[in-house]
């Protein structure tokens, strides 16, 4: 039998048999046996799912991580805060916009209480200066029925005037209470919103703040304790920090002036010199709060510019 009828004459492989390709030796040659194939290799057992990160979140200076199915949960937290936040902060604002109209209410109450006595008593100042300028031994050596007269209207002038002085305090008494608690409800509201806006705010901030703006802008003490506009504060602050800021910078080394220019050139210091010291008297005359909080923020400008 020939070689080739000996490989047509192979049994058939079954199905569960493993396919082995086999080549055909060249005449002559002995058929080797194949290699028996090899043992399929054992699936490699499922890995281990990885970890899934943890989202981490920072609290009260202290960091936290929880399991990352939380994240949307401390994020709706986190934006609650926020809106209650803002919430709150606008409500503040409004309270103390609120004080600020009842005090100028106030104010102007008092006025028109006084507005009819200052009247009388500018009229009555000016009839008793009158009489003060009268010599009574000459007119009494005169006539001292007319002297008589004088001296007697004279002197109800001037019992007029105490009853016109006791008529303000009086008028008076009632709105300045008002005014009294007014202010302090507007210091209250004042210092929970710089306690948001101001670094440190504390009463010790607030008595070192007030020193700087008495020393640099010659505000007095009696009008620093009338600032109701926690604004002006603000500024304030801003002001002391870029002095601090300025102070600690290093000094530019001053070079002497070029021989070109003339002894009176001027490189225009002077006249910003004289705008920040008529802004300063500007602060100084200003009326009302929200005059001096202008007059700060273009003293600023003018001094960064």
Do not use: C
Request: charged residues 30%.
């Amino acid at each position: 039998m020939s070689h080739i009828d000996k490989v047509i004459k192979q049994p058939l492989r079954t199905q569960d048999e493993t396919y082995v390709k086999r080549e055909v030796p060249a005449e002559g040659q002995t058929e080797e046996a194949s290699p028996a194939p090899a043992e399929a290799e054992a699936p490699a057992a499922d890995a281990a799912p990885a970890e899934p990160t943890p989202y981490e979140f920072e609290f009260n200076g202290a960091k936290y991580q929880v399991p990352p199915e939380l994240k949307e949960l401390h994020e709706g937290y986190q934006r609650q805060q926020d809106y209650t936040k803002k919430t709150q902060e606008t409500a503040e604002l409004r309270r103390s916009a609120e004080l600020m109209m009842q005090q100028a209410n106030t104010q102007m109450a008092l006025r028109q209480a006084l507005e009819p006595h200052l009247e009388e008593l500018i009229v009555v100042n000016k009839q008793l200066k009158l009489y003060q300028q009268v010599d009574w031994n000459q007119l009494t050596n005169s006539d001292a029925q007319e002297a008589q007269k004088h001296f007697m209207a004279y002197q109800q002038l001037k019992d007029r005037k105490s009853g016109i002085e006791g008529d303000m305090n009086k008028a008076a008494q009632e709105h300045v209470q008002k005014l009294n608690e007014t202010r302090q409800k507007l210091k209250t509201e004042g210092d929970k919103i710089l306690s948001q806006k101001v670094k440190g705010w504390n009463p010790e901030k607030s008595k070192a703040l007030s020193d700087f703006a008495s020393k640099t802008y010659g505000f007095s003490d009696n009008e620093v304790s009338q600032w109701t506009d926690p604004r002006v504060m603000q500024l304030v602050n801003d002001a002391n920090e870029w002095h601090a800021f300025q102070a600690a910078k290093p000094k530019a080394e001053v070079k002497a002036p070029s021989k070109t220019l003339r002894p009176n050139a001027s490189d225009g210091r002077d006249g910003r010199t004289t705008r920040i010291a008529e802004i300063k008297r500007d602060i100084r005359s200003a009326k009302t709060d929200t005059d001096k909080a202008k007059n700060i923020q273009r003293l600023l400008e003018q001094k960064l510019g």
